[in-house]
């Protein structure tokens, strides 16, 4: 069973940048393609982006050009890189496997001034 751990959240201010880390456990990392979830306060969870064992990514469209995913098959992580933060990004992020499984704790991410 794959274990999944995020880190990274924090409090920024409008149009600073955070990076979110997920750490992956239990299976072998280089055959999964991994995703990043984000649950605002008081909505359904959404789908942020997505990195395919082949590198390939994907995004929603309220993030593009604005989060960059990335992964380390060595370190067994996936990444999310989050540059011009706004406040409606302001959620619990979770990372997950594609298709997903069990969920991990995630990281808050707050964006306020």
């Known amino acids: 069973q794959v274990q999944l751990v995020e880190s990274g959240g924090g409090l920024v201010q409008p149009g600073q940048s955070l990076r979110l880390s997920c750490a992956v456990y239990?299976?072998?990392?280089?055959?999964?393609?991994m995703d990043w979830y984000r649950q605002p306060p008081g909505k359904q969870r959404e789908l942020v982006a997505g990195?395919?064992?082949?590198?390939?990514?994907n995004y929603r469209d309220s993030v593009k050009g604005r989060f960059t995913i990335s992964r380390d098959n060595a370190k067994s992580t996936v990444y999310l890189q989050m540059n011009s933060l706004q406040p409606e990004d302001t959620a619990v992020y979770y990372c997950?496997?594609?298709?997903?499984?069990?969920w991990g704790v995630g990281t808050q991410v707050t964006v306020s001034s």
């Open positions: 990195i395919g064992t082949n590198g390939r990514t």
């Open positions: 997950n496997q594609n298709p997903p499984t069990g």
């Open positions: 239990g299976r072998i990392f280089r055959f999964l393609a």
